[in-house]
């Protein structure tokens, strides 16, 4: 029958393989829009939740399953789903769990653009937001009403690096759900349900992928506030594709050795500024003098994360200067967790959206530099930034 075929036909069906009984060594990659279904019955039992299957990959694929598991796994959560970004991310699980006339408590230090969502929501869509210092856990307490739904803050502050006491946070919040950013941290630093977190959620274009290749949000916690999420990315077409989830799951395979070792440099590099003239202030919670160190020695026995800022006395022409120094050798690139060291500029770029007045609040000064650190050598990134930092 097939020898029949015309080559049109041949052609447009072609591209499958014999069915095999030997297990691929690594993880398939499903590039697929949608799945075939073999009748109406079938059809049902998927939809139903009778039978594990897949119909549409806006929907679910086998590569966002996979990728969503691991991460639930390593945070200690029931499940997880995957977004086309950090902020599909977000914006899944603000419009999934929240409506007009809710109220938000949030960190008043958090990722730029989380804040713009969140103040757009509370200006165009009635959705009501308090700002509160997630250094004093009593604030968020203070701030809950009968129509407060939601609880947000950073594990490690985006770009202070202040840590924030998770479990008394909790404790503040009663029964409203406690949403966790934790993309500085990753589950093998914290594990922020192991405090009372309800939902975690990870950019993870950044450490939990690795290699600077990925765009991609995951969020992972219980399954009756994961599901409503989810829910909402596939509505709202905020969904991850496959190949991005497959990539993240290979580089997921070496994160733990990746956070072992850009904590022994950061913490290395941290002494190094700190001890360095050219710098005003540095920002690292494994430093002992730094307002958050107590709480992330408790938090965070394992160690301290891979990011840290530091403040030049010069301002924004220093950080100029200092950029145009380092050159190709630590680049500026407006994200982190790369495989190499990167430098950032946080009132350009992530804290952009703030106003100067906002951005000041915050502790973001025209000085302030972000510097994620990668896996070279310690040495030769001190050698670097001392040569740019010389004079």
């Known amino acids: 029958m097939e020898d029949s075929l015309s080559s049109d036909s041949i052609a447009a069906r072609g591209g499958w393989y014999r069915d095999f009984s030997t297990r691929p060594s690594t993880p398939a990659l ?18 139903a939740g009778a039978e594990h299957g897949f119909l549409y990959t806006r929907d679910g694929n086998p590569n966002h399953e996979a990728l969503a598991g691991d991460v639930a796994a390593l945070e200690g959560a029931e499940c997880g789903a995957v977004f086309s970004s950090g902020m599909g991310g977000m914006t899944a699980v ?10 938000v408590v949030a960190a008043r230090v958090l990722y730029g653009r989380t804040v713009q969502m969140l103040n757009q929501l509370q200006a165009d869509f009635g959705l009501r937001v308090t700002y509160v210092d997630a250094n004093d856990p009593m604030e968020f307490g203070r701030a809950v009403t009968p129509q407060t739904r939601l609880a947000i803050v950073e594990t490690v502050s985006n770009p202070l690096m202040e840590v924030a006491d998770l479990p008394a946070i909790a404790c503040q919040l009663g029964a409203v759900p406690l949403m966790v950013d ?3 941290a990753t589950p093998c630093l914290l594990r922020p349900i192991e405090h009372g977190a309800a939902l975690v959620f990870h950019s993870g274009s950044k450490y939990l992928n690795g290699h600077g290749d990925v765009m991609l949000g995951v969020v992972v916690g219980t399954t009756a506030l994961v599901r409503k999420v989810r829910a909402a990315g ?19 395979r070496t994160l ?17 500024l700190a001890r360095h003239p050219g710098v005003a202030r540095v920002f690292y919670p494994g430093l002992s003098e730094h307002a958050s160190h107590e709480i992330a020695r408790r938090l965070m026995p394992t160690g301290f994360g891979g990011m840290l800022a530091f403040e030049l006395p010069g301002g924004k022409d220093a950080v100029r200067r200092l950029f145009i120094r380092l050159g190709e050798r630590i680049p500026f690139s407006p994200t982190l967790a790369d495989a190499r060291t990167t430098v950032s500029y946080p009132a350009g770029t992530s804290h952009k959206f703030l ?25 030769q990134l001190e050698q670097e930034l001392g040569a740019a930092l010389q004079g």
């Open 182 to 184: 934790s993309t500085f």
């Open 30 to 47: 499903f590039q697929t829009t949608a799945f075939d279904v073999e009748g109406l019955e079938q059809l049902e039992r998927i939809g």
């Open 94 to 103: 603000l419009l999934g769990l929240l409506r007009a006339g809710d109220h």
């Open 355 to 379: 106003s100067a007045t906002e951005r000041q609040a915050c502790g973001i000064g025209d000085g302030l530099v972000r510097l994620s650190i990668g896996l070279e050598d310690a040495g």
């Open 234 to 252: 596939a509505l709202y077409g905020v969904n991850s594709n496959p190949f991005e989830c497959w990539l993240a799951s290979r580089g997921l």
């Open 256 to 272: 733990p050795l990746r956070m072992q070792r850009v904590c022994e440099t950061a913490g290395r590099v941290a002494k190094f």
